[in-house]
């Protein structure tokens, strides 16, 4: 529902329980150069395979999404996707036209895979966190608090 508003050019969508110290120019700037339908920023996690793994080929490009296909022929290297997202418009056709409720992870991605349209991961491993319950918004307070501190050591010897 929100195609009108965001134009013809490339544009970036990002979960809001989410924290991430990343360089989004960077993210940006690759998905523009191999010219990807979309660029998901992945990244190595404990917990992947319960976030569902996403995998890529050793050209960073996106060959097997949430176990489908079952098969793809190149070495792949698995990671779960950060929940930061670079797409080109192309994206909206393979949206349900009503607008209705969908997943993008699990029916639009899926089958744009299927389709050929290219995908590229972008493997990340800086800090990321989720804040989706109350322990994980604590957690990030404390990994936060401790990142502040530690920049401000660093700082202060320079």
Do not use: K
């Not at 013809?8 to 690759?30: C, K, P, W, Y």
């Not at 996106?62 to 418009?89: D, E, K, N, Y």
């Not at 899926?110 to 800090?127: E, I, K, S």
């Not at 918004?137 to 404390?142: G, L, N, S, T």
Request: hydrophobic content about 45%; proline content about 5%; charged content about 25%.
């Amino acid at each position: 529902r929100a195609q009108a508003l965001l134009g013809e050019g490339d544009f970036v969508v990002m979960n809001s329980d989410t924290i991430v110290d990343l360089a989004l120019d960077q993210v940006i700037a690759r998905h523009r150069a191999t010219g990807a339908a979309a660029t998901l920023v992945l990244r190595h996690d404990p917990e992947q395979a319960r976030y569902g793994e996403i995998e890529i080929d050793g050209d960073d490009r996106i060959r097997r999404f949430l176990g489908t296909p079952s098969t793809v022929s190149a070495p792949l290297r698995a990671f779960m996707f950060a929940g930061v997202h670079v797409m080109s418009p192309r994206i909206f056709d393979f949206m349900p036209a009503d607008g209705g409720i969908f997943s993008l992870t699990r029916a639009t991605y899926p089958a744009m895979l299927a389709a050929g349209v290219r995908l590229d991961g972008f493997p990340f491993d800086g800090f990321w966190r989720v804040i989706d319950t109350p322990n994980d918004r604590e957690r990030a307070a404390r990994d936060l608090a401790n990142a502040s501190l530690v920049y401000l050591r660093n700082l202060s010897r320079s």
